[in-house]
């Protein structure tokens, strides 16, 4: 469904610990910066980028918005989790564990970024 | 699991405008959606990716994210165009008419829209030559 996905930042060197720190602890690598300006990572066929706004305005938060990044264990889940938050994110949410969604059980863990995006880390056990 | 984004949501303040925009924008991507209460409604599923779209959780107004977009792959050319139709006929905001982009070196066929909250949205077919 997706071909990639970007989010804005008002301070992308902190957005390069982050993203850098949640990527590499679920086997990326770090971001790249393109000629834009704009950092991007690849990982598992996707795409996602972290830019300035393109119309000179700050970066601003979506409220009731997030983003979902799949996870291979718990422990990959733990290891992203435990990562941003050691790298500028916040921990949002319950901590990272098992939920039941309507008889559906997935691993769940919440972050948000540095500037302030609400980010989930999904285990869907099979 | 395809890729590495399980899902997306998006929050609205007005879910029945949201709905509508979202039903009609999938629908041109060939992707069945299902509606809840009436106020959230999601798209796809978990092999291929989600979308969901409702009000927030914590009961305050949805805003749009200055700088984000949600980069959607659809199945070919025309579907990128009916994705930018069908958003235009149903609240959507234009942000970049359907046509060629030379962003890489496959040859790429993209449209960007706003959805009726304001966030930026593109539909994106790149020929493989397949």
């Not at chain 1, 990326?28 to 996602?48: A, C, W």
């Not at chain 1, 409220?63 to 733990?78: K, L, R």
């Not at chain 1, 769940?108 to 285990?123: E, M, S, T, V």
């Not at chain 2, 209460?37 to 107004?61: K, L, R």
Request: charged fraction near 20%.
């Amino acid at each position: 469904m997706y071909s990639h996905m970007m989010v804005g930042s008002n301070d992308l060197e902190k957005a390069k610990t982050f993203y850098d720190a949640v990527f590499t602890a679920i086997g990326g690598k770090p971001g790249i910066t393109d000629p834009k300006g704009r950092l991007v990572y690849l990982h598992n066929g996707g795409i996602f980028l972290v830019t300035k706004p393109i119309d000179g305005e700050p970066a601003c938060v979506s409220n009731g918005s997030t983003i979902g990044f799949a996870m291979d264990s718990p422990e990959q889940a733990d290891a992203w989790h435990a990562a941003g938050a050691a790298a500028g994110g916040t921990e949002i949410e319950d901590p990272p564990g098992m939920r039941d969604m309507n008889g559906t059980k997935l691993y769940l863990a919440y972050l948000r970024d540095p500037d302030g995006h609400k980010l989930c880390a999904l285990y869907r056990p099979d | 699991m395809a890729g590495i984004f399980t899902h997306v949501r998006v929050g609205s303040s007005d879910p029945a405008a949201s709905i509508a925009f979202y039903d009609a924008t999938f629908a041109a991507l060939g992707i069945p959606g299902q509606h809840h209460e009436g106020i959230h409604a999601m798209y796809g599923d978990h092999g291929t990716g989600m979308f969901m779209v409702g009000p927030p959780a914590d009961g305050e107004s949805a805003t749009c994210a200055n700088g984000g977009t949600i980069g959607l792959a659809a199945p070919n050319a025309e579907a990128v165009h009916a994705w930018h139709a069908a958003g235009m006929a149903n609240g959507g905001t234009d942000e970049g008419a359907p046509g060629p982009r030379d962003y890489g070196e496959k040859p790429m066929v993209g449209a960007y829209l706003r959805d009726p909250v304001g966030n930026k949205l593109c539909a994106f077919w790149v020929d493989l030559g397949e």
